[in-house]
């Protein structure tokens, strides 16, 4: 069966990095893109990013764009994503998740397996 397990949130001073990983299973990793999105308490999961199954074309939402960085390794069935210049905003449960086959999507119902997420928690 399909499994994403999402690692690499942690506790981090604003301005700090980390990096998450998603890593699949159960699928043909390379033939999907792959997203990734977040949700801070008492707010909807948002899009965070995403890339493409081949070109690795990426996309990102405004509030991220310059600072994160998404990329994948379809040797290791993987998806990082590489936190920059990190701000208390950025605080969530980041979750990875599979885009929907042929459909190229910036929005949850889009996705149609995810990961069981990843805490990370920016202090000012």
């Known amino acids: 069966q399909v499994q994403l397990v999402e690692s690499g949130g942690g506790l981090v001073q604003a301005g700090g990095s980390l990096r998450l990983s998603c890593t699949a299973s159960?699928?043909?990793?390379?033939?999907?893109?792959m997203g990734w999105f977040r949700q801070a308490p008492g707010k909807e999961r948002d899009f965070v990013a995403r890339?493409?199954?081949?070109?690795?074309?990426?996309y990102y939402a405004d509030s991220v764009k310059g600072r994160f960085t998404i990329s994948r390794d379809n040797a290791k069935n993987t998806v990082y994503l590489q936190m920059n210049s990190l701000k208390p905003e950025d605080t969530a449960v980041y979750y990875c998740?599979?885009?929907?086959?042929?459909?190229?999507?910036?929005?949850?119902?889009?996705?149609?397996?995810w990961g069981q997420g990843t805490q990370v928690t920016v202090s000012s």
């Open positions: 998740a599979r885009n929907r086959l042929g459909l190229t999507s910036y929005s949850k119902t889009g996705y149609d397996y």
């Open positions: 159960g699928y043909t990793f390379s033939s999907y893109a």
């Open positions: 890339i493409s199954w081949r070109e690795g074309n990426t």
